[in-house]
């Protein structure tokens, strides 16, 4: 049997799911046969770890600096590239990658702006090569279940949409601490981390957006918000701090562990800082966002996402024209000081005893003239609420049926980015953005 050859560009802490799965979970279909970043230090370590896995020892694979890109496909002939560098680079080697003639799968967002954007859309047109997004909160299944009621139309025509996002104090701060704070990088949470958000209300209404509104603040983490509250915060990164000692957002890491291994002893391999004061200078991103949105299908949502708040989650309300779904998820019910759980993209979450019972998400069903239905359904286990294991199943075992139309293409990542890249001209504007005239498919 053929098996697909796999090349990942991007070793940071997101690669570490996609590297396992074409070196160990899936090698009877996949053969993982190179990687390359900026950093050869952090493509050691990977190749430490996959000699050593305890699911079997893998051959170092070759590793290629950035700029060696072509020659990696060239010598190691991939049929497929990996994405998960910065979003701001996704167009780069997505591009070449299609005129090289590989397929991509691509880590969200697809990218941060309009023009990267076209660029992607283009190339695919012009190559016919596939392009996958990888929208992991699609495939876990209480937002499958609710796809599949809405499917039913069991609360007639929707209407409208309300939808709220929690970041708790690890893993909002997290986006502070790194390259994320950055815009140019990464487009802001409204691309980065609320492309998930989007792509699942796009998915949920099988419509597109039209018109986008927002207002977005950084109300809470950087100098000048800390200075306003009192707050002395004046260290540069955690690492060797006194001052950090006694902060509990400053991210410790424990010598040895993956995260010291993986940042703190490749720092010389290209100078990336982890470990940044989330109170310091050179934030550029919001940590507080109201949307509105209007859809082809003239629903509309008001969505908010805060950074900072003490238990992380999602409530999200569908109002039809014979009732209304309710949907209350706690992810983490409380974060300690010092603590990150959002390094590897594993965080499910504070499994804590009782509390944990409490979190079981319920779906809430409520029709017109009646009581309210607790709907049933079979909850995931691991990342993203039980959808990264099915996403991965999809992506390296092939879609064979799909009636809820999980797997997602440029066309997805396109649409749901659009509606992150709308907020943030609207928060400069001050002007509701007509977002289907930002690309052209």
Same mark, same amino acid.
């Given at each position: ?31 993982? /046969? ?33 700029? !060696? ?6 010598? @190691? ?20 990658? $299609?005129?090289?003639?590989?397929? =991509? ?5 697809? @990218? ?6 076209? &660029?992607?859309? !283009? ?43 929690? +970041? ?21 949470? &409204? ?14 209404? *099988?419509?597109?957006?039209?018109? =986008? ?32 000692? %006694? ?27 982890? *470990?940044?004061? /989330? ?12 949307? $509105? ?36 998820? =706690? ?14 993209? $594993? ?47 999809? +992506?390296?075992?092939?879609?064979? !049926? ?9 066309? !997805?990542?396109?649409? %749901?980015?659009? /509606? ?12 509701? /953005? ?8």
């Amino acid at each position: 049997m053929n098996k697909t050859r796999y090349a990942l560009v991007g070793t940071g802490s997101r690669s570490h799911m996609y590297i396992k799965a074409a070196a160990y979970t899936y090698r009877e279909n996949s053969e993982f /046969v190179a990687m390359c970043d900026t950093n050869l230090l952090r493509m050691d370590y990977y190749n430490r770890e996959l000699a050593s896995d305890s699911h079997g020892n893998h051959p170092p694979v070759p590793a290629y600096k950035a700029e !060696d890109f072509e020659k990696m496909i060239r010598e @190691t002939r991939p049929d497929v590239i990996i994405l998960t560098m910065p979003d701001c680079y996704h167009h780069l080697y997505g591009c070449r990658a $299609m005129e090289l003639g590989c397929d =991509v799968i691509s880590e969200k967002p697809m @990218t941060i702006d309009p023009a990267k954007c076209q &660029m992607i859309i !283009d190339t695919q047109k012009k190559t016919g090569r596939r392009y996958t997004v990888t929208f992991n909160y699609r495939y876990s299944p209480r937002n499958s279940k609710i796809k599949e009621l809405l499917q039913q139309n069991v609360i007639g025509k929707v209407t409208s949409v309300n939808f709220e996002w929690l +970041l708790d104090t690890s893993h909002g701060a997290d986006y502070f601490r790194r390259w994320h704070r950055d815009k140019k990088n990464s487009g802001g949470l &409204m691309v980065h981390k609320a492309t998930h958000h989007f792509d699942l209300v796009n998915w949920w209404l *099988d419509s597109t957006p039209e018109t =986008v509104f927002a207002m977005g603040e950084l109300a809470f983490y950087g100098k000048k918000n800390a200075e306003e509250r009192g707050l002395k915060s004046s260290y540069f990164r955690a690492k060797g701090s006194e001052e950090a000692a %006694s902060d509990p957002f400053a991210l410790h890491i424990t010598p040895g562990d993956r995260l010291d291994q993986l940042y703190f002893r490749t720092e010389a391999g290209d100078g990336y800082i982890r *470990d940044l004061n /989330v109170f310091g200078e050179g934030i550029t991103i919001e940590d507080n966002m109201s949307v $509105m949105v209007r859809y082809k299908n003239r629903v509309m949502m008001n969505y908010t996402l805060c950074a900072h708040c003490p238990h992380e989650g999602y409530r999200i309300v569908f109002n039809g024209t014979e009732g209304r779904l309710e949907f209350n998820v =706690v992810e983490s019910g409380f974060t300690r000081p010092g603590e990150d759980m959002s390094v590897f993209g $594993m965080r499910e979450y504070n499994d804590d005893s009782d509390m944990r019972k409490n979190m079981i998400p319920e779906i809430i069903l409520q029709k017109h003239w009646q009581k309210p239905e607790v709907i049933t359904y079979t909850a995931g286990t691991g990342g993203h609420g039980g959808g990264d294991r099915l996403l991965l199943d999809h +992506l390296f075992l092939g879609v064979k !049926d799909d009636p809820l139309h999980l797997a997602a293409d440029f066309r !997805d990542g396109a649409q %749901s980015i659009l /509606v992150g890249i709308g907020a943030n001209i609207a928060f400069t504007s001050g002007e509701p /953005v007509k977002v289907q005239e930002l690309i052209k498919f």
